[in-house]
């Protein structure tokens, strides 16, 4: 499988207009802040790019990041940006097309950002085999990943990887596609199915329990959207299932399996670059600024005991329990009503 992925990046797509779905696709709706950041990337970096939006997670200033399936490398460079000289910026994939791209740019985005130093490395290898690399355990402030570990055959060996290379309080932060439903083998088994991230992904609960394994006790969902496919051939063949987008962000913390009610709450104090008004640390927490905002004792830890600490105010222990916080229910975390597999759905596309 792994070499089917690498044939499909590396020789069978030149440029991201020989996708043959919008399920890898550039986000239009790029922030205002990473606007010149965007100007500034090679067009060959920006014309290789096959992920499925902008992984933007906030406060990455002076930290150091891991890219998982980093391709041509324009993740990389925009995280190097905003993370600043002083952090600095690793991308792992398996492709050589795609590395080469990567490698030959490092000069000219050191140069465009006006670093004095370059602040990014890529490395060949597994996303799979990270401890094949030479990093240290605990050893990155965030990792993340664009619409790549749909393609990984073990996500399990992934996301066990991620949580030990993680610093305490630190976080997987990653978009991805999820279907609502477990892909039969022979759709796994297609080369182009797997190559346009679809057959590979992961039924949305299986992907709940597997972070769970994996150490990554509360899965929290950032946003999503329904894929559609514009492809009649592709529909034919996978039209039953429905497809998402989603950014999920995971912490390496000491948490509890549900979200538990200890009268606690937090103020943000809108210091965050880029998130002046508010702080939406997941598609159920927005916090306005200088409000007294309830959270349960898991976002209390998240805040508390990770890179935002310093953004907050916080109020209250866990000497006193008083049960389950909210409904922590089964449902589908998706917005299923939106949910079409066709080009009626969404005029906007699916991960875009």
């Not at 490092?106 to 060949?124: A, E, L």
């Not at 630190?170 to 596609?177: A, H, K, M, N, T």
């Not at 962000?249 to 880029?274: H, M, N, S």
Request: proline share 3%.
């Amino acid at each position: 499988m792994l070499d089917q992925v690498k044939e499909y990046y590396g020789k069978v797509l030149s440029s991201s207009k020989d996708l043959k779905t919008n399920a890898c696709c550039t986000d239009a709706d790029t922030p205002d802040y990473l606007k010149d950041a965007m100007a500034k990337i090679h067009n060959e970096v920006s014309s290789k790019y096959y992920g499925c939006g902008l992984v933007r997670p906030e406060q990455l200033k002076g930290t150091r990041i891991l890219d998982l399936g980093s391709g041509s490398g324009r993740d990389c460079y925009l995280l190097s940006y905003l993370a600043g000289e002083n952090g600095s910026v690793v991308g792992v994939d398996m492709t050589d097309e795609q590395l080469q791209v990567a490698n030959k740019y490092i000069d000219y985005h050191q140069q465009q950002f006006g670093f004095s130093k370059p602040n990014v490395s890529f490395k060949k290898g597994y996303i799979e085999q990270l401890d094949e690399l030479g990093f240290e355990d605990e050893s990155f402030d965030i990792i993340v990943s664009n619409c790549v570990i749909n393609l990984s055959p073990d996500k399990e060996a992934v996301l066990k990887q991620a949580y030990r290379l993680l610093k305490p309080g630190g976080e997987l932060y990653f978009s991805d596609v999820y279907s609502d439903r477990r892909i039969e083998q022979a759709l796994v088994n297609d080369p182009v199915l797997y190559g346009e991230c679809l057959s590979g992904a992961l039924y949305w609960n299986d992907f709940q329990n597997l972070a769970k394994k994996c150490g990554f006790a509360d899965p929290r969902l950032v946003e999503d959207r329904p894929l559609t496919i514009e492809n009649s051939k592709i529909e034919t063949l996978v039209g039953h299932i429905g497809f998402y987008s989603a950014t999920y962000r995971l912490f390496k913390l000491d948490l509890e399996p549900a979200c538990e009610e200890y009268g606690q709450a937090v103020v943000y104090k809108g210091t965050i670059e880029a998130c002046k008004h508010q702080f939406r640390l997941d598609k159920h927490h927005t916090i306005k600024t200088g409000k007294m905002f309830p959270v349960c004792g898991n976002t209390f830890k998240m805040l508390n005991e990770s890179r935002f600490k310093e953004h907050f105010e916080f109020y209250g222990n866990k000497d006193t329990h008083y049960g389950i916080f909210s409904d922590c229910g089964s449902d589908i975390p998706f917005d299923t009503d939106r949910a079409l597999i066709s080009s009626e759905a969404s005029s906007s596309g699916g991960c875009c």
